[in-house]
């Protein structure tokens, strides 16, 4: 039972289209396993907004983010529990040198 709505923000779309299309290019053994490995934080969340953990960089209490453990792309992500929707900001790759932008 789904209890809160996901939304994803555009800046976050844009990055799932740009990863998802690189990943389709680049992993053609694995070609679909962006978004497959994507759709299951998702649905926890809905769920279970709090699994995430905090990102220390942000201030606190504020953003969480969720680790895609087969592609290591971290989902971020706030929670509005007023409206009861889980707002994804940005997905991003954990190796990357610098944090994503979460404004």
Sequence with gaps: MK?????????AEAQIEAIDRWWYRN????ADLFLDELESP???????????TLYPAAPPGNI????MRRTRYHVYYIVDETARHVCVLA???A???RPPRLD
């Design 64 to 67: 969480q983010r969720i680790l």
């Design 27 to 30: 992993r053609l053994d694995a």
């Design 42 to 52: 998702l649905d926890r969340l809905a769920e279970y907004p709090g699994e995430g």
């Design 3 to 11: 209890v809160y709505r996901i939304v994803v923000a555009r800046r």
């Design 95 to 97: 190796a990357r040198g």
């Design 91 to 93: 997905v991003w790759h």
